[in-house]
């Protein structure tokens, strides 16, 4: 009787612990029945709240589990699940923040993105069941499941980029995105199978304690190696990021502010866990050095990205190589690692960095969204002078254009200063430099943008006819995120690296 107790107590706290994953699914499969039960009558109103509703419902029971600390996650504390293929811990819970809030202003700016399209309820289900893939990433703690929850979250998103199935370069985007990610999906799950044959397991903790019995070095490397290029794939970051910029032009705007946001947190969710818990530097063999894969990874991807944003004519497409460049950035937490550093200070800055990152991002895609909204094209010239019509959406794209580039006194400038900052104080000061002077160099191409629309004058007469309920308020809600992350850094970037120092 009381095994029995036992075992339903801990199945209700596998439930309960998996609640933010468990509301995002159902809210998916919610809006299919409503569809399903009415589709002449359902509105598209109605199908974007429900979505949003959905979106932040999940985002308060994983902030209030983290901040509560159920479980003791907050403290460094974890419930595993499922024979530890799964853990809800501070990190899990984190990153769910980051998906649910970026999930929750895509829905709502879909509302008028997609007024006059069919389809409607399959493309916030898809936005859902997307998100419930990153959420179960960030929760992986096994190869398996690293590899079913990545898939789960990108299947959904070749559908998305190819939502717009009458315009070529959507169709053409998804069919590249696709493509690129059964390749790169195959190169990862045969790198865990190499991996799988020299640990003899999957999960990540066993792993790790089988590396020092193991004779098979070189075997090991190259299944290290065909991860790293997984990861690198997943978060857009040089040499596996060429599908980014064709993927982001191509799709529907709040999906590329959805990809470039919420799902390269997912690919650094999965890549945090994987190779500090499963691989630590105590432990990996000689000649398995992941860490130095990640810091020529970091300066290669940061330097390549921004360069290339400084070389477009085309907003959306600076707005893809700039996010390459932040994956740059963000690799600096996996970079600046050391055998008994204070790596949990310099992971945690580059979540934080991916928090500010989902805010002000996404705010940017957005923003061309409510463009294309209005009919205004997409290269520079062509956002002369919006400011005049559209001053209040023109402040906020302001407020994303220079914080993406670093400055103060806004969210960005701080989540950089953390994250360099902790480069510095980890002994890769050289990591901290290459990431100013991009930074430096991203002020130029961020700085056009808001250069058009405020000093230009425009080609000609420019009338706004209307103005878009849905994107208005995600824009705004972007703008206003990212203005209230500079007095709120401090509990940010505090958390995030509490969290983070429990997985060393």
Not at 122 to 144: D, K, Q
Not at 265 to 282: N, S
Not at 488 to 503: D, K, M, S, Y
Request: no cysteine; net charge negative; proline share 3%.
């Amino acid at each position: 009787m009381v095994d029995a107790l036992a075992l339903q107590a801990e199945s209700v706290a596998a439930w309960t612990a998996l609640l933010p994953a468990i509301l995002l699914g159902l809210t998916g499969l919610v809006l299919l029945g409503i569809d399903t039960l009415s589709p002449k009558r359902t509105s598209n109103a109605l199908l974007a709240g429900v979505s949003a509703a959905g979106s932040l419902l999940a985002f308060g029971v994983a902030a209030w589990f983290l901040v509560a600390g159920t479980g003791q996650e907050h403290t460094g504390g974890a419930i595993s699940l499922f024979g530890d293929s799964l853990v809800v811990d501070g990190m899990s819970l984190f990153f769910t923040l980051i998906f649910t809030v970026v999930t929750a202003m895509v829905a709502v700016a879909a509302y008028d993105y997609l007024r006059g399209h069919a389809h409607q309820a399959e493309f916030y289900s898809l936005v859902l069941f997307a998100a419930t893939g990153m959420t179960m990433m960030s929760m992986a703690n096994s190869l398996a499941t690293v590899f079913i929850s990545l898939e789960l979250a990108s299947l959904p998103s070749y559908a998305l980029v190819a939502f717009l199935k009458k315009n070529r370069g959507s169709v053409e985007a998804g069919l590249k995105y696709f493509l690129i990610g059964s390749v790169s999906s195959a190169v990862m799950v045969f790198g865990i199978s190499l991996v799988y044959a020299v640990t003899g397991s999957l999960v990540l903790g066993d792993v790790a304690a089988a590396l020092g019995d193991t004779e098979m070095a070189g075997v090991l490397g190259i299944g290290v190696l065909m991860l790293v290029g997984g990861v690198a794939y997943k978060t857009a970051s040089v040499p596996f990021h060429f599908w980014a910029p064709e993927a982001y032009e191509g799709a529907p705007a709040p999906i590329s502010a959805f990809l470039s946001s919420a799902s390269k947190a997912a690919g650094f969710a999965v890549a945090f866990r994987v190779f500090v818990e499963a691989f630590p530097l105590g432990a990996i063999p000689a000649g398995v050095d992941w860490v130095l894969a990640f810091q020529v990874l970091a300066v290669v991807t940061m330097t390549l990205g921004n360069f290339a944003a400084a070389t477009q004519e085309n907003v959306k497409r600076m707005l893809a190589y700039s996010s390459i460049g932040h994956a740059g950035y963000a690799l600096i937490g996996l970079a600046a690692l050391t055998a008994g550093g204070p790596n949990g200070d310099v992971l945690g800055a580059s979540m934080a960095h991916l928090l500010v990152y989902g805010f002000m991002n996404t705010g940017a895609f957005l923003f061309i969204a409510l463009a294309e909204h209005w009919g205004v094209g997409r290269t520079f010239e062509d956002y002369n002078g919006l400011a005049s019509v559209a001053p209040i959406a023109a402040v906020a794209m302001t407020v994303f254009m220079f914080s993406l580039a670093g400055l103060p006194p806004f969210g960005g400038f701080l989540s950089k200063y953390a994250l360099f900052y902790s480069a510095i104080e980890s002994g890769f000061w050289w990591l901290a430099a290459v990431g100013a002077v991009n930074s430096a160099l991203s002020l130029f191409y961020y700085s056009r943008v808001v250069k058009a629309m405020w000093i230009e004058s425009p080609a000609g007469d420019f009338e706004i006819e209307n103005r878009p309920v849905g994107l208005y308020a995600a824009v705004l809600f972007a703008g206003i995120g990212t203005m209230l992350l500079l007095p709120g850094f401090g509990p940010v970037i505090e958390t995030a690296q509490a969290v983070a120092a429990a997985l060393f």
